[in-house]
């Protein structure tokens, strides 16, 4: 237990249930991007799926758990952190040695989680609660609204800023060999950033004009 | 050339600071920065003033004893320099300069631009060093082969000389660069493996212990630090700390 409460153990916890997380979002990418290709069967298919197959039923309550967790955890560091440093600088230039998203991981995550309620609320309830007729109308009926649209296009801007930073942090807080790896991984969570903050808003973009 | 200072001024450990504005003229561009202080400080007994204090040994870049955060930035705006080996030709004739104490909970101010970094020696004291018997029958250490690699990863990670660049400029006022390069220094070297696992646990505790935040992997330091130490030392320690849990 002494472990557990040790600073670096609080990271390592971070970067474990972050990379969960990131494997949750490339399977949602995957079935949003079926929306559009191949289009509303391939997409109710994913969907039933999603809704029968006993593995993800198991992976659901745990999923929870990770996003719980992974907020929760992110709160209480960032709380911690804040009161390591209680007299600010009067004059302070952080923008000169780190980047804009690795400094603000708790607003880019905070964003999200709004973002995650209105989701749950908006889908996710109808789906557990109500017998949905036509799920592909009820997700493309959602970007029919434009100040939906634009939440849900910034967003996935505010995860894709977490991501560049968080993809390549979690390996570090896991110890991977540094000069082997960090260029390859640097260069693996931008790219999949980019993916996720490009694949999410096109979709929406292109069911609000269409 | 004339400048604008703006120093933090603080009695002591309890007083209130503020920051307090100073005009001064007559620097030199090949002044250090600590130079240009102690002309400010000539010109302020001259008129019966308190001098600013400030920490200062070597001024040649190695002791680790001179710190400031200057214009937002620890050791001011050069890349690989200590605030010592800081020049007034960094600067221009008319600038407004911002002064400022290392500010962490683990670093409380003594006076002035002052601060107590005895919570890195208290780190130091948990692990940082390994148990020699130096009776006279030790073995030379340069009879045990060491790939060339690891004695230059080594040797870069002990080049850290302590001065808490690392934590003052961090955002959550995190050590761990300073405590990874010395966990690594020894992780590397087989005279350190020995003792590797209780060192790193220790000096992770003592860090803990002292008020230091965690680290958020930012990257902050490593190019704030005066002697270029690599966020390397912290994936070595971080994995260090997780085999360590294992045995």
Not at chain 1, 179 to 204: T, Y
Request: charged share 15%.
């Amino acid at each position: 237990m002494t472990f557990l409460k040790t600073s670096v153990a609080k990271k390592v916890a971070m970067a474990i249930s972050g990379l969960f997380l990131v494997l949750f979002i490339l399977l949602h990418l995957a079935i949003n991007l079926t929306l559009i290709y191949p289009g509303k069967e391939a997409f109710d298919a994913a969907v039933e799926f999603m809704a029968t197959n006993p593995f993800i039923q198991i992976m659901q309550p745990i999923l929870a758990l990770g996003f719980i967790f992974h907020i929760g955890m992110g709160i209480y560091l960032e709380w911690n952190n804040r009161s390591k440093r209680p007299v600010k600088y009067v004059n302070n230039n952080p923008g000169a040695a780190s980047s804009l998203a690795s400094r603000n991981m708790i607003w880019t995550g905070l964003f999200v989680f709004l973002f995650l309620i209105i989701h749950l609320l908006n889908y996710f309830v109808p789906f557990k609660t109500q017998d949905v007729p036509d799920h592909y109308a009820l997700v493309t009926g959602l970007f029919k609204s434009p100040v939906y649209t634009l939440l849900y296009v910034m967003a996935f801007i505010a995860l894709g800023m977490h991501l560049s930073h968080g993809f390549q942090s979690a390996f570090q807080s896991l110890g991977t060999p540094r000069q082997k790896c960090h260029k390859f991984l640097v260069c693996c969570g931008n790219v999949f950033a980019f993916l996720v903050a490009f694949g999410f808003s096109a979709i929406a973009i292109y069911f609000y004009f269409n | 050339m004339k400048l604008n200072l703006k120093i933090w001024r603080q009695a002591g450990p309890n007083a209130k600071g503020r920051m307090v504005n100073y005009k001064i003229d007559g620097v030199e561009s090949d002044m250090s920065f600590l130079e240009m202080l102690d002309l400010l400080n000539e010109n302020l007994i001259a008129k019966g003033e308190e001098p600013v204090a400030f920490d200062h040994d070597c001024r040649e870049g190695i002791c680790g004893m001179c710190s400031l955060y200057i214009n937002g930035e620890a050791h001011g705006p050069d890349r690989l320099t200590t605030t010592c080996q800081l020049h007034m030709r960094k600067f221009k004739d008319g600038d407004t300069i911002t002064i400022e104490p290392w500010r962490a909970k683990a670093f409380p101010v003594i006076k002035d631009l002052i601060v107590d970094r005895s919570a890195l020696d208290r780190i130091q004291q948990a692990g940082g060093y390994i148990s020699v018997n130096t009776s006279g029958r030790t073995v030379d250490a340069n009879t045990i082969p060491i790939p060339k690699k690891n004695a230059d990863m080594a040797f870069d990670a002990a080049t850290c000389i302590g001065c808490g660049a690392c934590v003052a400029t961090c955002k959550n006022a995190s050590a761990m660069l300073f405590v990874s390069a010395k966990v690594a220094q020894f992780a590397l070297l087989p005279q350190g493996r020995v003792e590797a696992a209780k060192r790193v646990q220790d000096m992770v505790a003592a860090m803990d212990a002292e008020g230091f935040g965690s680290c958020t992997n930012t990257g902050a330091c490593e190019v704030e630090c005066p002697k270029g130490i690599s966020l390397t030392n912290i994936a070595i320690l971080n994995k260090e700390f997780l085999l360590a849990q294992a045995e």
